[in-house]
């Protein structure tokens, strides 16, 4: 039986324009794009020029660090831009699909037979190892070391997420097929929420499956990995996101790179919701195409709505998202007395506004407006109320602020990522980006430990 772990600390935001779970169709818009910037920790090395021809799978390009992990093409075609930025910063490569798609076939394997050496070099091999990621520092992960354990959160509790166990669905053969893959490379840990039922995740088989049970931020990895084995100085852990885990399954069972995920396409500006088909790198224009509300300022998120990237519909799907959220951006609203209107409509996490007669249950549209500016550190014990890790996450952050890294190593920084802060800056008072100091703070002791 898998151990239940509950969780008090958290917070439910319940959003308006949850995806409904129905397939939309999606016409494939015919350019797809690479972004180094979605692998943190990468220096690219491009090794495709422009006008070559690809197939899916081909290196597009690879780490100069780490020239063994590649990053692979979703789709076969022709590459149709190499585009740089100030300092000639790779800022993507872009590959124009072809009709009929080609793959490069790498061969079915059977997982069983193999050793976890051979499991990690198929993966390098075929550029799915780019998407790992590792703590401590939240980066891609390096081949070269050996993690004590490799960690998959099968839910994400935020705000409009999708909802996976719809997403697994009838790939549940290549999702266990990828659980036996990291199996032997690691100990695997499997992180399920309390309301999901599908044998696929409680009955994993290879893997210690944990239950959670509680608000947000349950689903985040970094949220498991802190209450099943804690990050210790000189530890290494991999972490693999669900669906990625599919495709390893489905590179082993079929020999080739398919990219595809089902997205969540939700948010309050969406007029149709609901999951949509799509590879790693396509173009959102026909995705977002005539679907979206058009008498507002709109803020189109690449991911989720706490934790994306602001994007546009000449945007790519980025490589670890799993949903496009489209809100008001909130510049063109004007309102007379507003701060000191009693607020029906409004969220609000204390009782500031009247919205909380209401209860739980009522769906609230936020835009992403501050409503402040940044203003004095505090010490009001919000961030604990929805910090639900051993780790005291205020101090933390002022640690990383004075850049004192003896401090923000004793105060637990070998385990978090910038996600983990997400409602610690959305509910703060001092109008902090909480998650960008955190990002910088694991930059510096990246940097200093190098």
Known sequence: ????????????INLK??????KISVKSPGKY?????????????????????????????????????????????????????ERRKVLSVQVTADAEQQYVDFGKKDVSAMTGEAVKEVLLNTGLFAFFKQRPYDVTACPDDTPKAIFVSAFSSMPLAADFEYVLAGQERDFQTGLDALAKMAKTHLGVSAGQQSPALTAAKNVTVTVFDGPAPAGNVGVQINHVDPVNKGEVVWTLGAEEVIFIGRLFNTGKVDLIRTIALAGSEVKKTGYAQVKVGQQLTTLLSGNTATDKHLRIINGNVLTGVKTTTDGFLGAHVTEINVIPEGDDV???????????????????????LFGKKREYVIDARIKGGERHMIMSNEYNRVFPMDIYPAYLVKAIITGDIDRMEALGIYEVAPEDFALCEFIDSSKLEVQRIVREGLDMLRKEMA
Do not use: C, Q
């Open 1 to 12: 039986m898998a151990n239940v772990i509950k969780l008090r600390k958290g917070l439910d």
């Open 334 to 356: 004007h309102e007379m007395l507003g701060w000191i209107m009693p607020r029906f409509n409004e969220f609000s996490t204390s009782r500031s506004y009247f919205s909380w």
């Open 33 to 85: 794009a690479l972004v180094p910037d979605d692998f943190t920790g990468v220096k690219p090395k491009v090794v495709v020029k422009e006008n070559d021809v690809v197939k899916a799978g081909d290196a597009l390009f690879v780490d100069k660090n780490h020239p063994s992990v590649k990053f692979v093409s979703p789709v076969s075609g022709t590459v149709s831009l190499v585009e740089r930025g």
């Open 17 to 22: 324009g949850k995806a409904g779970k129905e």
